[in-house]
C-alpha cells in the first residue's frame, strides 16, 4: 500500500496524502471562483439586457412624442391656413393628422406605465390634446359656416395658442425626462460592461494561476465566460444601433468643456459632420460667426450647468456652411453624486416649420391690410357723398341767393330763405365733421365733472318732442350715482344719438328706457373687451322695445357710414360719433341685441373722484356783444378767405383788426402795434399756433389768446382734453359764438 495513505481500522476514514489535498483545495478554489464569476458575469448580462430594454422603450417614448407634436402642429397649420385663406387644401395636414393623435397619446400611456411618475403628466397631455383639437374642430366649423370673421376671432383670443403651448410644455418634460433615462441606461451598460470586463481579466489571471493543476476542469468554464462577454458586448452593439436610429433629432454628448464625446447618425444628417471628423471638437462650430462673437454658446452651457436645463431657438451651420433654423435642448449630466461629468445635447431642424409660420403671419398681414384698405375705401366713399349732397345745398342755395339779388321783385323773401337753406347744409357739413371727429378720437372735449342723473333729467325734457307720441320714454336714475367727467355736450349728443336709433328701430311705438347706475367691470369682463380697464364705472344703458339686430349687424354697428336705415333717413354716423367719444374719454360702449328682441346700448363712463359737479349754467344775454371801443385784435389764419371772413366779422363788432397769415407775421405786429387779444389757428405753416402763443405770451405778458380749431393734431388738446388754461373756439362758428367767447376773455 502506498505509505502515503492510511486506514484506521474501525472508523472507516481515508486519508488524502498532502499533494492530493492541495490540488483538491486549489482546484475546489479554482471551481468556487469560477461559480463566483459566472455568477456576476449572468447579473451583469441580466441588468445589460434590463438596460437594453429600457433604452429601447425610451428611444420608443421620444419617437412617439415627436410625433404626437408634430401631429398637433400639422393639425393647427392646417386649420390655420383654411382659415385664413378659405381653401379646402390647406385641412389636409389636420385630416391626416387629427383622427388618430387621441389614440397614440393613450399608446403613450400604456408603454410609459412602468412609470408611475408620468401618468399624470401624460394624462394632462391628453386632456390638452382633446381640447385642442375640440378648439381646433370648432374654429373650422365656423369657417365652413361662413363664419370666417367668427372663426378668426376665436383664433385671436388666443385659447388655441395657450393649449399648444402647454402641450407643448409638458412634452418637452417628458422628453427631457426619456433622454435623461435614456443617458442613464447607457451609462449603466457602459458601466456593467467595464466591470464585465474586469472580471473576465481577474478570471484569466487566476485561470492562469491555476492552470496547471485544473486547466481541463476550468476550460468549460471559461468558455462560458467568453460566451456571457459576448453577450454583453452584442448589447452594447444593439443600444448603439437602437441611438444611431434616431435621424429626426441630432442626439450627442458633451464634456464639461463643451468637446464632442458622442455623435448619432441624426446628428450626422442634420450637421453634416461624421462621427471621425467631429469627436473630441468643440460644439460652438455649429454656431454662427455671430453668435460666436457674442459668447452665445459659452453662455447655453452656463445655463445648462447652473440651471439643468438650456433652451433656445436659433441660426446653426453645417458643416457645407449652409444654415438652418434649430430648436435647441442642452440638459446637465451628473454623476451619482450630483458632480457635472458632461452635457446632453438635442437638436432639431425645424426651418420648414418655421417658414410655413412665416407664410402664415405673411398671409394674414396680408390680409389685415386687405380690410384696412377696404376700410379706408368705404370712409372716402362715404365722406365723399355726404360732403357732395351738403355742397349741392349750400351751392345752390348760394347760387339763388345771387339770382334773386340780380332779380326784382321778391328778391328779399326769396334771398333770405335761400340763405336760410345754405346756412342748414352748412351746419349739416359741421355735424358731419364732428361725428368723423368723434369718431377717429381727435375731437377737443372741454371736460368737466358732471351729474349723470341730473343730465338724464335735462335730456328728458326735450327728448319727448323728439320721440314721438307713440314712444313711451323712462328716465330711471340710481340713488348715489358717481360723477363722470365729459364733455357735457358731447354727452348729451351721444345719448340722443341713441335715443332717435331707438325711435327708428320701433316705427310702431314702443318703450325706449334710459338707466343710470353703478358698476364695476372686472378683470374677467375687460380681458374679453380690449380697451377696457379694470375699475369703477358709471353705466348709462338705453334699451329699446324695437326690432333688434342680427349678430352681423351688431358687429359693424360702429362703422362710420355703416346703416340699415332707408337712403336718405341716415349718414350711419350717429353709433361712430358714440363709439369714439366714449373711447376718447377712457370709456366703453357695448351693443346686447337680438332679431326682434329689442336692443340695448351700455355706455360705461370711468367714474371721478374728488370733483364737484358743474352747475347748470344760467341763461345767456342772447344779445351779440360788442367791442367796448378801441380794443384791437389780431388774428392769424393762413387761409385767406376764412381770415378775411373773420377780419369782416370783427369789424362788424367793432374792433381793431390786425391781420396775420402765419406765426413770423403775427410777431412782427405784435412787436409795433398795441393787442389786446390773439385769435389764431392752431395748425399753421411752420410754427404752430401754441408755439405761437408761447412766444407772444413771453413777447406781451398779459396778452389774451384764443385759439380756433377745425383739427387741432395734438397741439393743444391732449387724451382727447384741452390743456390747462386754454381756450378755443371749435370751427366752424357763428358771428354770435364768436362775439360772446371774446367779451369772455376780454371781460
Known amino acids: 500500500m502506498n505509505e502515503r495513505m492510511s486506514v484506521e481500522d474501525g472508523k472507516g476514514v481515508i486519508s488524502a496524502s498532502?499533494?492530493?489535498?492541495?490540488?483538491?483545495?486549489?482546484?475546489?478554489?479554482?471551481?468556487?471562483?469560477?461559480?463566483?464569476?459566472?455568477?456576476?458575469?449572468?447579473?451583469?448580462?441580466?441588468?445589460?439586457?434590463?438596460?437594453?430594454?429600457?433604452?429601447?422603450?425610451?428611444?420608443?417614448?421620444?419617437?412617439?412624442?415627436?410625433?404626437?407634436?408634430?401631429?398637433?402642429?400639422?393639425?393647427?397649420?392646417?386649420?390655420?391656413?383654411?382659415?385664413?385663406?378659405?381653401?379646402?387644401?390647406?385641412?389636409?395636414?389636420?385630416?391626416?393628422?387629427a383622427p388618430n393623435l387621441l389614440e397614440e397619446v393613450r399608446r403613450l400611456q400604456e408603454e410609459m406605465a412602468v412609470h408611475p411618475q408620468d401618468a399624470a403628466a401624460l394624462a394632462n397631455l391628453y386632456?390638452?390634446?382633446?381640447?385642442?383639437?375640440?378648439?381646433?374642430?370648432?374654429?373650422?366649423?365656423?369657417?365652413?359656416?361662413?363664419?370666417?370673421?367668427?372663426?378668426?376671432?376665436?383664433?385671436?383670443?388666443?385659447?388655441?395658442?395657450?393649449?399648444?403651448?402647454?402641450?407643448?410644455?409638458?412634452?418637452?418634460?417628458?422628453f427631457v425626462t426619456e433622454t435623461q433615462r435614456l443617458v442613464e441606461s447607457r451609462d449603466y451598460a457602459a458601466e456593467m460592461d467595464r466591470m464585465l470586463q474586469l472580471g473576465i481579466v481577474g478570471a484569466v489571471l487566476v485561470l492562469i494561476a491555476l492552470a496547471?493543476?485544473?486547466?481541463?476542469?476550468?476550460?468549460?468554464?471559461?468558455?462560458?465566460?467568453?460566451?456571457?462577454?459576448?453577450?454583453?458586448?452584442?448589447?452594447?452593439?444593439?443600444?448603439?444601433?437602437?441611438?444611431?436610429?434616431?435621424?429626426?433629432?441630432?442626439?450627442?454628448?458633451?464634456?464639461?468643456?463643451?468637446?464632442?464625446?458622442?455623435?448619432?447618425?441624426?446628428?450626422?444628417?442634420?450637421?453634416?459632420?461624421?462621427?471621425?471628423?467631429?469627436?473630441?471638437?468643440h460644439f460652438s462650430q455649429f454656431y454662427t460667426a455671430e453668435d460666436r462673437a457674442k459668447e452665445v454658446p459659452a453662455r447655453a452651457l452656463a445655463t445648462a450647468a447652473r440651471e439643468e436645463k438650456y433652451e433656445a431657438e436659433g441660426w446653426r451651420v453645417r458643416k457645407d456652411g449652409s444654415r438652418f433654423w434649430a430648436s435647441v435642448v442642452i440638459d446637465r449630466i451628473n454623476d451619482a453624486d450630483g458632480n457635472l461629468v458632461g452635457f446632453a445635447k438635442i437638436t432639431r431642424d425645424i426651418t420648414e416649420r418655421r417658414e410655413t409660420q412665416q407664410r402664415?403671419?405673411?398671409?394674414?398681414?396680408?390680409?389685415?391690410?386687405?380690410?384696412?384698405?377696404?376700410?379706408?375705401?368705404?370712409?372716402?366713399?362715404?365722406?365723399?357723398?355726404?360732403?357732395?349732397?351738403?355742397?349741392?345745398?349750400?351751392?345752390?342755395?348760394?347760387?339763388?341767393?345771387?339770382?334773386?339779388?340780380?332779380?326784382?321783385?321778391?328778391?328779399?323773401?326769396?334771398?333770405?330763405?335761400?340763405?336760410?337753406?345754405?346756412?342748414?347744409?352748412?351746419?349739416?357739413?359741421?355735424?358731419?365733421?364732428?361725428?368723423?371727429?368723434?369718431?377717429?378720437?381727435?375731437?377737443?372735449?372741454e371736460a368737466k365733472v358732471l351729474d349723470v342723473n341730473r343730465l338724464l333729467r335735462h335730456l328728458s325734457t326735450f327728448l319727448k318732442p323728439s320721440l314721438g307720441e307713440q314712444v313711451q320714454l323712462e328716465v330711471v336714475g340710481a340713488g348715489g350715482v358717481w360723477q363722470v367727467e365729459a364733455d357735457e355736450t358731447q354727452l348729451e349728443t351721444a345719448i340722443l344719438n341713441l335715443a332717435l336709433n331707438a325711435r327708428d328701430a320701433m316705427p310702431e311705438g314702443g318703450k325706449l328706457t334710459i338707466e343710470a347706475s353703478n358698476t364695476y367691470l372686472d378683470e374677467n369682463y375687460c380681458s374679453k373687451n380690449a380697451e377696457v380697464r379694470p375699475g369703477q364705472y358709471v353705466e348709462i344703458s338705453v334699451t329699446d322695445s324695437g326690432a333688434g339686430m342680427s349678430g352681423d349687424v351688431v358687429a359693424r354697428a360702429f362703422e362710420p357710414f355703416f346703416t340699415t336705415k332707408e337712403a336718405g333717413q341716415g349718414t350711419g354716423l350717429g353709433l361712430s360719433q358714440v363709439y369714439g367719444f366714449v373711447k376718447q374719454i377712457g370709456g366703453h360702449v357695448k351693443i346686447y341685441s337680438e332679431a326682434g328682441q329689442g336692443t340695448t346700448v351700455k355706455i360705461y363712463l370711468p367714474r371721478v373722484k374728488g370733483g364737484a359737479a358743474t352747475a347748470e349754467p344760467e341763461l345767456q344775454n342772447t344779445k351779440m356783444p360788442a367791442a367796448h371801443g378801441g380794443e384791437s385784435i389780431l388774428v392769424v389764419e393762413d387761409?385767406?378767405?376764412?381770415?378775411?371772413?373773420?377780419?369782416?366779422?370783427?369789424?362788424?363788432?367793432?374792433?381793431?383788426?390786425?391781420?396775420?397769415?402765419?406765426?413770423?407775421?403775427?410777431?412782427?405786429?405784435?412787436?409795433?402795434?398795441?393787442?389786446?387779444?390773439?385769435?389764431?389757428?392752431?395748425?399753421?405753416?411752420?410754427?404752430?399756433?401754441?408755439?405761437?402763443?408761447?412766444?407772444?405770451?413771453?413777447?406781451?405778458?398779459?396778452?389774451?389768446?384764443?385759439f380756433m380749431t377745425g383739427y387741432s393734431r395734438n397741439a393743444i388738446v391732449h387724451n382727447g382734453r384741452l390743456d390747462q388754461g386754454v381756450n378755443m373756439i371749435q370751427k366752424p362758428f357763428s358771428q354770435a359764438a364768436l362775439a360772446a367767447k371774446l367779451r369772455n376773455l376780454l371781460d
Do not use: C
Request: aromatic residues 4%; proline residues 2%.
Open 360 to 445: 402664415l403671419d405673411a398671409a394674414r398681414e396680408q390680409l389685415y391690410q386687405s380690410q384696412k384698405m377696404d376700410a379706408v375705401g368705404q370712409l372716402t366713399g362715404g365722406v365723399a357723398h355726404d360732403f357732395n349732397n351738403l355742397l349741392t345745398i349750400i351751392i345752390g342755395n348760394l347760387d339763388g341767393a345771387k339770382r334773386a339779388l340780380e332779380g326784382g321783385a321778391g328778391a328779399p323773401e326769396r334771398l333770405l330763405r335761400t340763405i336760410d337753406q345754405a346756412l342748414v347744409g352748412a351746419h349739416r357739413a359741421a355735424r358731419l365733421t364732428a361725428h368723423l371727429l368723434a369718431f377717429s378720437r381727435r375731437q377737443p372735449l
Open 212 to 281: 496547471v493543476i485544473g486547466l481541463r476542469a476550468i476550460r468549460g468554464q471559461f468558455r462560458e465566460l467568453v460566451r456571457t462577454h459576448s453577450v454583453a458586448q452584442a448589447a452594447t452593439q444593439r443600444f448603439q444601433l437602437l441611438v444611431q436610429g434616431v435621424t429626426d433629432y441630432a442626439i450627442f454628448l458633451l464634456d464639461p468643456q463643451g468637446n464632442v464625446t458622442n455623435w448619432n447618425s441624426g446628428a450626422v444628417r442634420i450637421h453634416g459632420y461624421a462621427e471621425a471628423e467631429i469627436i473630441g471638437r
Open 127 to 174: 386632456r390638452l390634446a382633446d381640447e385642442k383639437l375640440a378648439e381646433l374642430q370648432q374654429t373650422i366649423a365656423l369657417k365652413q359656416k361662413g363664419e370666417g370673421d367668427a372663426a378668426l376671432a376665436r383664433v385671436r383670443e388666443g385659447v388655441g395658442k395657450d393649449l399648444m403651448d402647454r402641450a407643448r410644455d409638458v412634452m418637452t418634460n417628458l
Open 639 to 706: 387761409d385767406d378767405d376764412v381770415r378775411a371772413f373773420i377780419a369782416e366779422t370783427l369789424r362788424e363788432l367793432d374792433y381793431i383788426v390786425f391781420r396775420a397769415t402765419d406765426a413770423a407775421s403775427a410777431l412782427r405786429i405784435l412787436d409795433g402795434e398795441r393787442v389786446d387779444l390773439m385769435l389764431t389757428d392752431v395748425v399753421l405753416p411752420g410754427r404752430n399756433g401754441r408755439d405761437l402763443a408761447v412766444a407772444a405770451v413771453a413777447k406781451r405778458p398779459g396778452l389774451k389768446v384764443l
Open 18 to 97: 498532502p499533494g492530493l489535498r492541495i490540488n483538491v483545495i486549489a482546484l475546489s478554489s479554482a471551481f468556487v471562483l469560477l461559480l463566483a464569476i459566472l455568477a456576476v458575469a449572468a447579473i451583469l448580462a441580466i441588468r445589460q439586457t434590463r438596460a437594453e430594454a429600457d433604452v429601447r422603450n425610451s428611444l420608443e417614448v421620444i419617437n412617439n412624442l415627436n410625433h404626437i407634436q408634430s401631429g398637433l402642429l400639422d393639425a393647427e397649420t392646417g386649420q390655420r391656413g383654411y382659415i385664413l385663406t378659405g381653401d379646402p387644401a390647406y385641412l389636409e395636414p389636420y385630416n391626416r393628422a
